[in-house]
């Protein structure tokens, strides 16, 4: 029982952060629209001698609101399916690629000098551990203990 209520727990902490991200960006659709349009406009540099990488920022920016409608869908959806206890396993995958696209778009510490550097790294680091918990939940889904049943519970 007590190992059921700290698995609910645990997926309702580690989901909390992507819903509420999905409410903000809903918020605050401007800024987020304006926010996502200069992140990407600063990958120009690296992308110069890349027609691949080139193609896709330049249908990236084309599609700003299209990637802004599927990081919300994303993140409200496989939050709340994660947070509900409902298909935890879809809702974690959600979840592990839109933070994989956020981590890698906002957080390229390498590209940053001090003490940006830092700020950068620090996120960067907090994000992969957030995309740990969400592995361990897509490889489990939502079974508290190791089960000998062939069931499936999510």
Do not use: Y
């Not at 059921?4 to 952060?17: E, H, N, P």
């Not at 550097?117 to 996120?123: D, G, P, S």
Request: aromatic share 10%; proline share 3%.
């Amino acid at each position: 029982m007590l190992q059921s209520i700290v698995g609910a727990l645990g997926r309702a902490l580690i989901s909390l952060i992507f819903i509420l991200s999905a409410i903000q960006k809903l918020a605050d659709w401007d800024d987020s629209k304006q926010l996502l349009h200069q992140t990407l406009t600063d990958w120009m540099p690296v992308t110069l001698h890349s027609p691949m990488m080139q193609g896709w920022l330049d249908w990236s920016l084309a599609n700003i609101t299209t990637l802004l409608c599927l990081a919300i869908l994303f993140e409200l959806l496989g939050g709340l399916l994660v947070f509900l206890g409902i298909k935890v396993r879809l809702g974690a995958f959600l979840l592990c690629c839109v933070l994989c696209c956020a981590t890698l778009l906002f957080h390229h510490f390498w590209d940053f000098v001090q003490p940006q550097r830092q700020i950068e790294m620090v996120n960067f680091m907090k994000n992969l551990s957030i995309l740990g918990g969400l592995l361990f939940i897509l490889a489990r889904g939502k079974r508290d203990l190791p089960s000998k049943s062939s069931s499936k519970e999510d």
